[in-house]
T-cell receptor, first 114, second 109 residues
């Protein structure tokens, strides 16, 4: 158990819909990262937040957005869903203030778009 | 750009030793990490090399050569539970990770 929690574990929805994925980082970790893993794209970095502020952006579509709240949990919002958005979405957290390189991943949310 | 190349699949038998290679091309380099991922599971951190040389953690060791832009993960005394995908990764700015293509390790009895 990494200490990072994600909900829901599975999500099945239809094209055009909007969903919200939730992540709670390990206690004390200020940095939260979102990754997408699909069969043909591997693990792709989407976005990072640090203590409520966006710090880095990767290959995140404009239809996707994220935020980190004062209690440090984060949400990833996916809208106008397409079949190709079906993937595993992982959240990770790290104690970047200590300069550590280790990221701790949550169990992921498996999104299926039908 | 950044790219990390790994073999797509490696097979071995229980008790054997296997080496998974990673070659990288990145603009700026801070170190090389390795993560293990079982099917349907989350990536879990295995090791990090910030400097050239070998880092040993139990049955797993990781090696880095900056001059060769190359690293490897060495797994000894293989067990069935080691069957998983292994990813090398480099931290990039604020430590977001760029992952390699992943190597699927199949351990047979």
């Amino acid at each position: 158990d990494s200490g990072v929690t994600q909900t829901p574990k599975h999500l099945i929805t239809a094209t055009g819909q909007r969903v919200t994925l939730r992540c709670s980082p390990r206690s004390g970790d200020l940095s939260v990262y979102w990754y997408q893993q699909s069969l043909d794209q591997g693990l792709q970095f989407l976005i990072q937040y640090y203590n409520g502020e966006e710090r880095a952006k990767g290959n995140i579509l404009e239809r996707f957005s994220a935020q980190q709240f004062p209690d440090l949990h984060s949400e990833l919002n996916l809208s106008s869903l397409e079949l190709g958005d079906s993937a595993l979405y992982f959240c990770a957290s790290a104690d970047t203030d200590r300069g550590t390189d280790t990221q701790y991943f949550g169990p992921g949310t498996r999104l299926t778009v039908l | 750009g950044q790219s990390l190349e790994q073999p797509s699949e490696v097979t071995a038998v229980e008790g054997a030793i296997v080496q998974i290679n990673c070659t990288y091309q990145t603009s700026g380099f801070y170190g090389l990490s390795w993560y293990q991922q079982h099917d349907g599971g989350a990536p879990t951190f295995l090791s990090y090399n910030g400097l050239d040389g070998l880092e040993e953690t139990g049955r797993f060791s990781s090696f880095l050569s900056r001059s060769d832009s190359y690293g490897y993960l060495l797994l000894q005394e293989l067990q069935m539970k080691d069957s998983a995908s292994y990813f090398c990764a480099v931290p990039r700015g604020f430590q977001k990770l760029v992952f390699g293509t992943g190597t699927r390790l199949l351990v047979s009895p």
